[in-house]
């Protein structure tokens, strides 16, 4: 039929048309340039290929495995072992350490903390936030205001027991009495303590004499000191706050340092001894030593001898409280 038809050529370009016309537009009859139908031919062989090698068409219970016997769970696990194999090499490293030699080493020092950063997001973040600026009960662990201690070592210790962990024998424990709700402190009472603590020198100053002089100050030397101190600057072995240094666990308006005197505090941290590995849980501790507040490890434990004469002026001995808490909670 077409070999009849007469060739119809287009006026304006001169190439010759298919003949199907629109409203006047006529379709020219351009051939395919050739780079193209090469590419697309390639792309033909290219997707058989394909089609064959790799699981590509569904079948009832997946699909065909493809010859290169490929999957992406294979791809997963090899970049994972990579990992741990990358990893390994730290681990042996960072087990055999201790804290010291790791807070000198740049490498390990940085695998530690980028493991404890995330492990930080999984199992802190909740309570003392994710930038651990922690909140009312919660401690902001970025401070060096520091309730049980500061040093790789004390934190360690504080990760693994918890804090007023019940079965736990070895948590951080002490219990503030409930002055008011338990009889110790008439209202009164209270309120002159309340008062004489809200106007201690809130910069770690030591407090005037005429602070030292009041009702509250006798209150407080007699209830209080041996927890707190005779200054108010706290005791890390019973984990009592300062309360010299206008950071507030739980409050520092009148009302809020009230209820805590009547009815007292007694924050729970939970044990991660159990939950957490060694590893974790060491990487944990230099994580948080370096947000802000980390203390340096004394190199050697301080003897635990009578003061002689030489180091009775030492100003690093603890103050020795004249009461332990245990006998003040024993005598309500
Ligand atoms: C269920 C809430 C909770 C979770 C989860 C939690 N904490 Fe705590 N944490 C507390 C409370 C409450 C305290 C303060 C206890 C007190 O009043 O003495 C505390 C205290 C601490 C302290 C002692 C601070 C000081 O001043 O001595 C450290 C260190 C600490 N937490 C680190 C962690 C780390 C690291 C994790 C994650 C493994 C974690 N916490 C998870 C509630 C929690
Ligand atoms: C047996 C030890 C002990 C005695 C005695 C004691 N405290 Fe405490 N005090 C603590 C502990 C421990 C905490 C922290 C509680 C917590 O973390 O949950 C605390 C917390 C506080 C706080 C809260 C501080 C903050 O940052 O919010 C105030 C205020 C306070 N005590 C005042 C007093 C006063 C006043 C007395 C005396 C009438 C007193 N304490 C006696 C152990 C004691």
Same mark, same amino acid.
């Given at each position: 039929?077409?070999?009849?038809?007469?060739?119809?050529?287009?006026?304006?370009?001169?190439?010759?048309?298919?003949?199907?016309?629109?409203?006047?537009?006529?379709?020219?009859?351009?051939?395919? !340039?050739?780079?193209?139908?090469?590419?697309?031919?390639?792309?033909?062989?290219?997707?058989?290929?394909?089609?064959?090698?790799?699981? $590509?068409?569904?079948?009832?219970?997946?699909?065909?495995?493809?010859?290169?016997?490929?999957?992406?769970?294979?791809?997963?696990?090899? +970049?994972?072992?990579?990992?741990?194999?990358?990893?390994? $090499?730290?681990?042996?490293?960072?087990?055999?350490?201790?804290? @010291?030699?790791?807070?000198? *080493?740049? #490498?390990?020092?940085?695998? #530690?903390?980028?493991?404890?950063?995330?492990?930080?997001?999984?199992?802190?973040?909740?309570?003392?936030?994710?930038? #651990?600026?922690?909140?009312?009960?919660?401690?902001?662990?970025?401070?060096? @205001?520091?309730?049980?201690?500061?040093?790789? *070592?004390?934190?360690?210790?504080?990760?693994?027991?918890?804090?007023?962990?019940?079965?736990?024998? @070895?948590?951080?424990?002490?219990?503030? !009495?409930?002055?008011?709700?338990?009889?110790?402190?008439?209202?009164?009472?209270?309120?002159?303590?309340?008062?004489?603590?809200?106007?201690?020198?809130?910069?770690?100053?030591?407090? *005037?004499?005429?602070?030292?002089?009041? $009702?509250?100050?006798?209150?407080?030397?007699?209830?209080?000191?041996?927890?707190?101190?005779?200054?108010?600057?706290?005791?890390? @072995?019973?984990?009592?706050?300062?309360?010299?240094?206008?950071?507030? /666990?739980?409050?520092?308006?009148?009302?809020?340092?009230?209820?805590?005197?009547?009815?007292?505090?007694?924050?729970?941290? !939970?044990?991660?001894?159990?939950?957490? *590995?060694?590893?974790?849980?060491?990487?944990?501790?230099?994580?948080?030593?370096? /947000?802000?507040?980390?203390? $340096?490890?004394?190199?050697? !434990?301080?003897?635990?001898? #009578?003061?002689?004469?030489?180091?009775?002026? +030492?100003?690093?001995?603890?103050?020795?409280?004249?009461?332990?808490?245990?006998?003040?909670?024993?005598?309500?």
């Amino acid at each position: 039929m077409s070999d009849d038809r007469k060739k119809d050529i287009d006026d304006l370009s001169g190439v010759e048309t298919t003949g199907h016309e629109w409203d006047g537009l006529k379709e020219l009859n351009n051939p395919l !340039p050739r780079w193209w139908v090469w590419v697309f031919i390639a792309c033909c062989v290219w997707s058989f290929w394909y089609f064959v090698a790799y699981p $590509a068409w569904p079948v009832p219970g997946g699909a065909t495995k493809g010859t290169l016997g490929y999957t992406q769970y294979k791809e997963l696990k090899a +970049s994972q072992d990579e990992i741990l194999l990358r990893q390994q $090499a730290y681990i042996e490293n960072f087990e055999k350490s201790s804290f @010291d030699e790791i807070l000198k *080493d740049p #490498a390990l020092y940085a695998f #530690a903390n980028a493991g404890g950063a995330a492990a930080f997001k999984e199992n802190c973040a909740q309570c003392h936030g994710s930038g #651990a600026e922690g909140g009312k009960a919660y401690p902001n662990l970025n401070d060096d @205001d520091w309730l049980w201690g500061g040093r790789v *070592d004390d934190i360690y210790t504080t990760l693994q027991h918890g804090i007023r962990v019940q079965n736990d024998y @070895d948590t951080r424990q002490s219990q503030m !009495p409930a002055f008011g709700k338990d009889g110790l402190l008439k209202r009164k009472e209270i309120e002159q303590v309340v008062d004489y603590v809200l106007n201690l020198p809130q910069d770690g100053g030591a407090a *005037d004499t005429e602070v030292n002089t009041g $009702a509250g100050y006798t209150i407080f030397q007699e209830n209080c000191a041996s927890c707190h101190g005779a200054d108010g600057k706290g005791m890390r @072995d019973f984990g009592a706050p300062n309360l010299t240094d206008k950071i507030w /666990l739980y409050g520092g308006t009148r009302a809020e340092v009230f209820e805590t005197v009547y009815n007292a505090r007694a924050g729970v941290m !939970p044990a991660w001894k159990a939950r957490l *590995d060694d590893n974790t849980l060491r990487q944990l501790a230099i994580y948080v030593h370096q /947000l802000g507040g980390g203390e $340096a490890n004394e190199v050697t !434990p301080e003897p635990v001898i #009578a003061p002689t004469e030489t180091d009775a002026d +030492s100003n690093t001995a603890p103050d020795t409280p004249t009461e332990t808490p245990e006998e003040i909670g024993h005598e309500q």
